[in-house]
């Protein structure tokens, strides 16, 4: 069994090694965590694709009384969340099949939030995924996505690609890892690795049906971007959250 002490120490060094890829990967989870605390509570998450629960567990430090749920499909870095972050809602489920909705627990989400997952879908697929998280969003909810975005003026600023050597040690180590190293290769395809400018996404989003986009943050060739669902007409259901 996996312990709570365990699970947030190979939690932590998980941190560890995706910054060497993402240097200001902590900047932009504090972008998505400053954003879910401007708007108040109650407030429901949906963190989408969570991993391990980086993005989970920065957001409950701050914001304990959150109601948040983590889906992801890999079981390791799910188990890792589910002992380092008891209490939060897991969701096993396949992003790649549009029934990965049915699998959550809540019918809307006030926020829907990603950190450095959604490259791991191609174009199509991704476009079909975005208009799927407007489709769960209560009216005037906001979906956030953080990753490699380069600039569309500034595609010389982009970072340098790191070597594989940090991931390699790391999953290296799970597998042999008594309890998580039985779970490995039970992971689910291949990353499409696709990492298109801002104004890629800013369109996709656009044609989901989202009625404003744009940049929430930016470092280099990182960035976040937002998105709104439209408001509601008289009747429906609006987010329990009070207005910012």
């Known amino acids: 069994m996996l312990t709570k002490d365990e699970a947030v120490a190979i939690q932590s060094d998980w941190d560890r090694q995706q910054e060497v890829y993402l ?6 989870a504090g972008a998505l965590v400053d954003l879910v605390r401007a708007k108040g509570l109650p407030v429901r998450v949906l963190d989408l694709a969570g991993g391990t629960g980086t993005l989970a567990r920065r957001l409950l430090a701050r914001l304990p009384e959150a109601e948040v749920t983590l889906l992801d499909f890999n079981p390791v870095l799910r188990a890792i969340a589910e002992a380092s972050l008891p209490g939060v809602e897991l969701v096993q ?3 790649s099949s549009p029934d990965w909705v049915d699998a959550l627990p809540h019918k809307q989400y006030d926020f829907v939030l990603t950190m450095t997952a959604m490259h791991c879908f191609a174009a199509e697929p991704l476009r079909r995924l975005y208009r799927e998280v407007r489709g769960i969003l209560v009216p005037g909810g906001i979906f956030a996505n953080a990753d490699r975005m380069i600039d569309d003026g500034l595609p010389g600023f982009a970072e340098p690609v790191e070597s594989a050597d ?3 040690r790391w999953w290296a180590a799970i597998e042999a890892h008594p309890v998580l190293g039985t779970l490995v290769g039970q992971q689910h395809g291949e990353s499409a690795d696709f990492h298109p400018p801002v104004s890629w996404h800013v369109d996709a989003l656009r044609a989901a049906g989202f009625t404003e986009v744009g940049t929430l943050w930016r470092r280099r060739d990182q960035a976040a971007v937002l998105a709104v669902s439209a408001p509601g007409a008289p009747g429906t259901r609006r987010s329990s959250a009070p207005p910012a």
């Open 23 to 28: 240097p200001y990967r902590e900047e932009a």
């Open 166 to 168: 940090e991931w390699v």
């Open 93 to 95: 489920a396949d992003l």
